[in-house]
């Protein structure tokens, strides 16, 4: 039996083991794996995740159990020192020595540490292991004890900076990220993308200072600022230093292995070093004078590796590895292909920019327009899988290329369908999945789902960035086959969202356990439970109070939960009009309560830090002033945002203030399969920014234009054109046909935008349905929204009034007493939740 050890336990490392025991000879092999943290492999690529939930055993990539179930004899915490090549073996710090035949260096790399004086301070850290995150937290939290508005810096402004910032927030501090370039992420972006990442980040509060070169960490014993200049400091008492990496590449130089100019193992095609025993693979191998340090490559690296040694030589590095990513960086899409960077002489570029909603999109074709070469896309990578298979199998693109990225209903998306792609094309580069692979293990191993897909063939459990494309083959293939597609709304009920609709609508069932025991089976989740009180609302207009018990946790308390277990206030003010004793009176009581207030995007007026208890007692009061539920927390309809329109604005065409309260009072309280928002623009220069909504209306020469399927956010949608100059009865009129058809035929969660790029025909086709009545239901569409609207309830006015659902508000199941532990701090006169320890 022959000995392979690897020196290195990180996702490299891990992928080697994973790849060497499913080989039918690993029989024949003795494995050993050292790496010198406590624990088994873990994922670094989603280490910020540490700090939302900080359980290391979630970035797991398998148990130690694992590794003894397959064979493997797993070495944590030890370190090796040495190796002597001429005795084929390694000596460990522990001072323990192993024989091997086979010798396979992933160790992988560490932070590069730049010498800034000072750097040595305590508050001073890099961002590498779930060690380097456990000395920032407990740090961080020591801090804020101090100073709850104590601030952190980042030193880098690349990938892995950005999600040191995202660190940086995620633990309650003022995030501030120091670039030495002119740019974020110089090595993937260009300097427009780049500025609209930039525009991004500052919205959600990130402080980006670039070109900045730092000559000194200040302060005696810890960190209290950073000096670029005589006149130039950053008082910040955090440091965290993402300035790169460097091999960890001690073990070749120590034995004499051919080593880089710059660091790293050289390596041949094979992942074999100098000496012919021995292979690098992942961040210290030099492969075509180059590191790469992305997961797919060091995958990739590890197969090779495993073949080689196992017998397979045929397998080898290609000559290029391709560089494409796709990321979302604090929850920013960023995602390049390619050659993002192209000289003039080689191609064209087109750009399409949108830096009001943070978007950026360009793509390089050839000089004749036939190949696409590359490309960059920021704030919406949306279409990165389809862009980067044309790009690697030079499919032909559009003979207008700029259809490849501009906007939905504006000529884009031009690229049809995954099952398109040839068989060789590789859909999961971090398992080197195809797409031949996968539609196979549909069409002939009988996996049904993305899920026996993915255990079968390893497609998505990378990254997960090729998801969405796997999943339209998975459902294209099942097509193909004759079979029925549909989305299972969970393992209790047998049915699409559509399907169950009908079945409670026909059925007339209106409570959860009979719809349970007559169409589903066991004992229900989290996921029917709400998804049956949507229909209850949908359908009959129940209020969110009748089953609690089904109800997502902000409707069943009628109120958004914040970070620190107190609520939300939100009354409705419709259009944003509010009269002055209006205002007066929601001053006295978040006065009289002691609430934070912020004036929302959607033209009301938030109030936070509501205990439990005090909920009816809150909305006792505001009931008593006129005001009703904003259904802020509710999967339904939150405003309605006007501007001024003709009442006010010289430029108003028509009565938006009017239109816009009117419209908010018949929707108001309708429940949906995702949260919906509508707004009312007095004239083209669009105040009410209507085309970014779900339904918008537009006062013109001669009416009203009508807009359906936008949304903000974090994937933003630009409204489609429903009809144009039509009068205000009209206008309501095909919005409630759109909006009860969308609330019949979505799938749950999923927002007008979504849903109406999934629907066969798109906008043309809803025209189709709601105005040219195709399908002879329109007047069937207008019964039941009418139905809706006259049975509207406001769900704080019966939960105020009612005794039984008014003795759910406590704290505690037998006491009435308030819950004490809840904390504040002061902010700028109002108050804020105390950070997490």
């Known amino acids: ?35 010198d943290e406590p624990r088994p492999a873990y994922d670094r690529v989603h280490l910020s995740e540490f700090f939302e939930n900080q359980d290391a055993k979630a970035l797991e990539m398998a148990p130690a159990a694992w590794y003894a179930e397959n064979g493997i004899e ?69 801090l804020k004890a101090k100073n709850p508005n104590a601030k952190a810096a980042v030193l880098g402004g690349g990938l892995l900076g950005l999600e040191a910032g995202k660190a940086v927030m995620d633990m309650g501090l003022e995030p501030h990220i120091v670039e030495f370039a002119p740019k974020l992420m110089p090595r993937q972006l260009d300097s427009r993308s780049s500025q609209v990442l930039q525009l991004k ?74 000496d012919e025993n021995i292979y690098a693979i992942g961040e210290i191998a030099l492969y075509n004078q180059m590191i790469y340090g992305l997961v797919a490559p060091g995958y990739e690296m590890a197969t090779v590796a495993v073949d080689q040694i196992t017998g397979k030589t045929d397998n080898i590095m290609a000559p290029e590895i391709d560089m494409s990513t796709k990321l979302k960086l604090i929850g920013v899409d960023v995602a390049s292909f390619g050659e993002p960077f192209m000289p003039a002489a080689k191609g064209h570029s087109i750009i399409f920019e949108n830096k009001t909603q943070h978007l950026y999109k360009r793509i390089n074709v050839s000089l004749d327009g036939k190949r696409l070469l590359g490309g960059i896309l920021v704030g919406d990578a949306s279409d990165y899988s389809m862009l980067h298979q044309i790009y690697l199998n030079s499919m032909p693109i559009p003979s207008d290329p700029s259809q490849l990225i501009l906007p939905a209903g504006d000529g884009g998306a031009s690229f049809g369908s995954a099952m398109d792609l040839p068989d060789t094309a590789v859909v999961c580069s971090c398992e080197a999945v195809t797409k031949g692979q996968v539609c196979c293990s549909v069409k002939d191993d009988g996996n049904e789902t993305v899920k026996a897909v993915a255990k079968t063939t390893k497609a998505t ?23 029925v597609v549909k989305e299972r709304i969970c393992e209790h009920f047998d049915y699409s969202r559509q399907e169950l609709y009908d079945i409670v609508k026909m059925k007339n069932i209106q409570d959860y356990d009979e ?82 207030t912020k004036i929302t995007g959607g033209q009301r007026i938030d109030m936070f830090g509501a205990k439990l208890h005090e909920l009816p007692l809150i909305w006792e009061e505001l009931i008593a002033e006129g005001f009703e539920t904003g259904q802020a927390y509710g999967k339904s309809l939150r405003t309605v945002k006007s501007c001024v329109g003709s009442t006010w604005c010289r430029y108003g065409m028509d009565e938006s203030v009017s239109f816009a309260i009117e419209i908010e009072n018949r929707y108001k309280g309708i429940r949906s399969p995702h949260k919906f928002k509508g ?124 005794p039984e659902i008014r003795a759910k508000y406590t704290h505690f199941v037998n006491s009435t007493a308030a819950d004490e532990n809840i904390e504040f ?10 950070p997490w320890a």
């Open 515 to 596: 719809l349970l025991d007559t169409h589903g089976k066991g004992n229900g989740c989290e996921t029917c439970k709400p998804l049956a009180a949507s229909l209850f609302a949908s359908i009959f207009n129940e209020t969110a109070n009748k089953q609690d018990t089904i109800q997502d946790t902000n409707d069943r308390y009628l109120a958004n939960i914040q970070r620190n277990g107190t609520y939300s206030v939100v009354p409705r003010v419709a259009g944003g009009e509010i009269s002055p004793k209006q205002m007066i009176a929601m001053g006295r009581i978040a006065q009289k309560y002691d609430l934070y």
């Open 461 to 483: 459990t990378g990254c997960g960035g090729c998801k969405p494309m796997v999943t339209d083959l998975v459902n294209e293939t099942l097509k193909s086959l004759g079979k």
């Open 74 to 142: 797993l070495m944590v915490n030890e370190r090796v020192a040495d190796i002597n090549r001429e005795e084929k073996t390694i000596t460990t710090a522990k001072n323990r020595d192993f024989s091997y035949d086979y010798l396979v260096l992933a160790t992988g790399s560490s932070a590069f540490v730049p010498p800034i004086k000072g750097v040595e301070k305590k508050g001073v850290f890099v961002y590498r292991t779930i060690e380097d995150l456990e000395g920032m937290l407990s740090y961080a939290a020591a």
């Open 679 to 802: 707004g009312v623009s007095g004239c083209i220069r669009e105040c009410a920014e209507a085309r970014g909504k779900d339904f918008g209306f537009i006062a013109v020469e001669g009416g009203w234009n009508i807009y359906i399927g936008g949304n903000g956010g974090a994937t933003p949608k630009h409204a489609l054109l429903l009809a144009e100059k039509v009068d205000k009865e009209t206008a309501i009129k095909y919005v409630d046909r759109f909006l009860m058809y969308y609330i019949q035929t979505a799938q749950p969660l999923m927002r007008t935008a979504a849903w109406l790029d999934k629907l066969e025909g798109g906008i043309d086709y809803v025209k189709d349905v709601v105005i040219n009545d195709c399908l002879g239901i329109v007047d069937q569409l207008d019964k039941e929204m009418q139905h809706l609207v006259d049975t509207y309830k406001c769900e704080w006015k019966e939960a105020v009034e009612n």
């Open 1 to 35: 039996m022959k000995t392979v050890i690897v020196v290195g336990n990180g996702m490299v490392g891990y992928k080697f083991c994973e790849k060497f025991v499913a080989k039918e000879t690993s029989e024949d092999y003795k494995l050993i794996v050292f790496g």
């Open 825 to 834: 701090v002061s902010l700028r006169e109002q108050k804020m939740p105390a």
């Open 201 to 274: 980040l500052e919205s959600i509060g990130l402080h980006i200072h670039l070109s900045k070169a730092t000559n000194q960490i200040l302060g005696d014993d810890a960190i209290v600022g950073m000096e670029f200049g005589e006149d130039d400091v950053l008082d910040v008492e955090m440091l965290i230093i993402s300035a790169g990496i460097r091999p960890r590449d001690e073990l070749g130089k120590s034995s004499g292995l051919k080593m880089g100019v710059r660091g790293g193992i050289v390596v041949d095609h094979k992942m074999q070093t100098s």
